[in-house]
């Protein structure tokens, strides 16, 4: 007998323009993924306005998110590609799971103290309860698995901790996923300043590398990256002392597959200036066929318009499943 195949969601803001970050700790796996798993894959617009934006950005940026998504390899045939805002079941699970989360596990969330310091003009409720929705994202599909980046692992585990206060009221609704964190590039960090984050709404556009950006850009903002004074012996893994170069040699490993081994032996004896060309253009040359891709997908709206309705349909019901069954439990009149 056919064995029922796992269940993956993921999902990313249309905050800002997809970074290299997004790629390598996110899309580049879930095209892995999408040949074993059920995959969910989603533009997470409701989690976007959690920061004040550009209604006209906010939208130019999801459809060209989904442009990126098939352009990196995911077919929407094989996967449901959709739009959050699309399927208002995330905005009612997100409501009932808000009232089964604890203000004090909210308090702890690292991107919450983040964000909260970088918008202190705007830290609304939306910014706090942002993980019950998240965890609302997942367990309406009943995911197995949520492949993310480090960075968003304490959310993968706050949502465990949520579907098991609510499981152990009503009996088992919801599945408990688990984080799938890559080896390589679950951390890229920014060229400029290697201990933050490559973040899409960064304000210095130097530290980031968009999926859309054009070759020489790309180059320069490489040439620019930040390394350390050392000339000898200078390109070697070393976290702690040399982030920037560790930063740049887990790109590259991650453009080329090679190890850190085989990094160093490669640039034994050379200095940073070829160090970075050949950064620079590896990663030219893994976004080249993307972003052209992508720009070609733009081009044609219908084709992109029917392929989030379509995603829009399947999530729908998929999750009204998982609405039926929290609906009962939870003592709503059915509808
Ligand atoms: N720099 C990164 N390195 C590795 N993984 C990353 N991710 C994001 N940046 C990096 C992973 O991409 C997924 C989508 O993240 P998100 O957009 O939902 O939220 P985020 O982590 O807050 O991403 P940003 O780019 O930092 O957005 P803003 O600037 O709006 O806050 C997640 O799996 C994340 O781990």
């Known amino acids: 007998m056919d064995e029922k195949r796992k269940i993956i969601f993921s999902g990313i803001q249309p905050s800002g323009d997809l970074t290299l970050g997004s790629y390598m700790g996110a899309i580049r796996n879930w095209v892995e993924l999408s040949d074993s798993y059920d995959c969910y894959y989603c533009i997470v617009d409701m989690h976007a306005i959690t920061v004040r934006q550009d209604p006209a950005e906010l939208r130019r940026r999801a459809l060209s998110q989904l442009a990126q998504y098939i352009a990196c390899g995911l077919d929407p045939q094989k996967n449901t590609l959709f739009i959050q805002s699309h399927v208002p079941a995330h905005a009612q699970l997100g409501w009932i799971l808000d009232c089964y989360t604890m203000f004090g596990e909210l308090s702890r969330m690292t991107q919450f103290k983040d964000k909260s310091a970088k918008n202190a003009e705007n830290i609304n409720a939306g910014l706090f309860t942002y993980p019950s929705l998240m965890a609302a994202d997942i367990l309406l599909y009943q995911s197995d698995l949520v492949p993310v980046g480090e960075d968003q692992k304490q959310h993968v585990e706050l949502c465990r901790d949520i579907a098991q206060r609510f499981n152990g009221i009503y009996g088992d609704v ?55 004074s050392d000339t000898e012996n200078c390109v070697r893994w070393a976290p702690a002392e040399k982030p920037g170069v560790a930063n740049l040699m887990q790109i590259y490993s991650c453009a080329t597959g090679l190890t850190m081994y085989e990094i160093e032996a490669e640039f034994a004896g050379k200095g940073y200036g070829d160090f970075k060309l050949k950064v620079g253009e590896s990663v030219v040359e893994l976004l080249r066929p993307i972003r052209e891709r992508a720009e070609d997908l733009m081009k044609n709206k219908d084709y992109l318009i029917s392929v989030y309705r379509d995603g829009a349909e399947r999530a729908a019901r998929a999750a009204s499943r998982t609405m039926r069954k929290v609906y009962k439990k939870v003592g709503f009149v059915e509808p």
Do not use: H, V, W
């Open 174 to 228: 919801f599945t408990l996923p688990e984080p799938f964190i890559p080896k390589t590039g679950a951390r890229i960090m920014s060229l400029t300043t290697p201990e933050n984050k490559m973040s899409k709404s960064d304000k210095d556009p130097g530290g980031c590398i968009y999926i859309m950006q054009k070759p020489e850009d790309i180059l320069r903002s490489f040439k620019r990256a930040k390394t350390d």
